[in-house]
């Protein structure tokens, strides 16, 4: 691999450059053949601690990451934020001192409020990863997307990519946008129109406010989860009316190019977003974006753990540990 990361944290894809991203996904590559082997453990985090500080329920994310870092040997804290003193009234500025004390390598963030990782990462000597703030972003899972895509398409360039379903409250669509315009990609949204952010046709994404039209010749249709944890107010008629005219079933997925991917961040809701046939069918890439998160993440933790202070054991061939 040529070239390096040289970015103390990952707080997002804004900010990062082609050429660090695929940094990023060649260093995935290596760890996804380990995640294959009949023992999935390699010596390269030994003696590193990372601390995962989840103030949002996960478990897609927050299990990847504690598998990614057991994987690596590191030592890893998950916080039970529900049953941390934040919930008596400790701030964020007192969690970040009372963490630092606990001397971490890396912290694996996710919170509801935009920016909180950043903060945190301001105040602290540790590395911060942001596994998802707020509305803003999620770049570990648009780099899982970006892996998934190069593995089966071949390339992440010029393709055309439609990204469908709740854009106005997804730090998904905002992180794959950013990142595969890095590559040259095509990014369409399509969505109804009360679930489209104000001014997102600034962004460079072509926006569509129908389905057909959106997935017309798409190499890759990316289908987003219905957030109903945010839809209180009004900005569906019902969720039947949504699965009728934007859901994706076998008929509107003809539109997109015959040797086109489907793929979604989970949890699915089946039959409103993404019709059962089409999640499971062959088109389907939903449990290979599970799989590649794994390593994505290893590969993160790893370049912040380990390759930038030298400590890391050559991630080209990394060693079994048996």
């Known amino acids: 691999m040529s070239g390096g990361f040289h970015h103390r944290h990952l707080l997002g894809v804004e900010g990062l450059t082609a050429t660090d991203v695929l940094h990023l996904l060649d260093t995935a590559e290596a760890f996804f053949a380990v995640s294959r082997r009949p023992v999935r453990k390699v010596p390269t985090l030994r003696g590193k601690t990372v601390i995962n500080l989840f103030y949002e329920a996960s478990t897609r994310t927050r299990t990847s990451f504690e598998l990614a870092g057991k994987r690596l040997s590191a030592d890893v804290v998950n916080m039970s934020v529900a049953a941390s003193s934040v919930k008596k009234g400790e701030t964020l500025y007192d969690t970040c001192k009372t963490l630092e004390a606990m001397q971490p390598d890396v912290v694996v963030m996710r919170h509801g409020a935009s920016g909180a990782p950043h903060f945190i990462a301001s105040r602290l000597r540790c590395a911060v990863i942001n596994a998802g703030d707020g509305m803003h972003e999620h770049p570990t899972q648009a780099l899982l997307d970006a892996f998934t895509i190069r593995r089966a398409k071949g390339r992440l360039d010029g393709l055309t990519v439609a990204i469908c379903g709740d854009v106005a409250h997804s730090r998904v669509a905002r992180s794959d946008a950013l990142l595969l315009r890095l590559f040259g990609c095509t990014v369409r949204v399509v ?132």
């Open 191 to 322: 969505a109804p129109r009360t679930l489209l952010p104000d001014g997102i046709e600034s962004t460079g994404v072509e926006v569509y406010d129908r389905l057909e039209p959106a997935l017309d010749g798409a190499d890759v249709v990316m289908v987003l989860r219905i957030q109903r944890e945010r839809l209180e107010g009004a900005l569906l008629p019902s969720l039947r009316e949504y699965a009728r005219t934007f859901g994706l079933g076998p008929r509107q997925l003809a539109w997109a190019k015959p040797d086109a991917i489907v793929m979604h961040p989970g949890p699915m809701n089946r039959g409103v977003e993404i019709d059962t046939t089409v999640a499971d069918g062959p088109k389907s890439v939903v449990l290979d974006q599970v799989e590649a998160g794994v390593a994505v993440r290893m590969a993160a933790l790893y370049l912040l753990a380990g390759e930038r202070r030298g400590e890391g054991d050559g991630v080209h061939e990394p060693a079994s540990e048996g």
